[in-house]
């Protein structure tokens, strides 16, 4: 096995705001809470070099007033890469960036919502393709 010639460079926490809701009742029914998750993704390439900053941005029931809480998290990172397309680029930097920035931004959620008096929320896997 080699290297990728698509690398990334420390990724790091860019934003974090994360509020309960008082009138949320936990009980029972907690598993049933349908979270309402809308991600962003920003890409912002370099003119002059093989290099992109890759923004992932998730909000977590930001229209759902019955929701446990609110969640606004960004988590960035510089990507480099040499011989690849653009095309190839382009799909490595919409799809395996944020794919790759979501594993670090998942344990951030589970620490804060452990931290929480609710249940850890543990972001399921995302398709970026689509």
Do not use: H
Request: hydrophobic letters at 40%.
């Amino acid at each position: 096995m080699k290297p990728s010639k698509f690398q990334f460079l420390n990724p790091y926490l860019v934003e974090v705001n994360f509020v309960t809701n008082p009138d949320f009742i936990s009980g029972k029914n907690d598993d049933d809470v349908e979270m309402q998750n809308v991600f962003n993704v920003q890409v912002r390439k370099s003119k002059n070099e093989n290099r992109a900053n890759v923004e992932l941005t998730l909000e977590t029931n930001a229209e759902n007033d019955q929701a446990p809480f609110k969640l606004k998290i960004k988590v960035a990172s510089d990507f480099k890469w040499e011989d690849l397309s653009d095309e190839r680029v382009e799909s490595m930097l919409r799809m395996n960036a944020p794919a790759l920035l979501l594993g670090y931004m998942r344990p951030i959620v589970a620490g804060l919502t452990n931290s929480s008096n609710f249940a850890t929320y543990n972001l399921p896997f995302i398709n970026f393709k689509e």
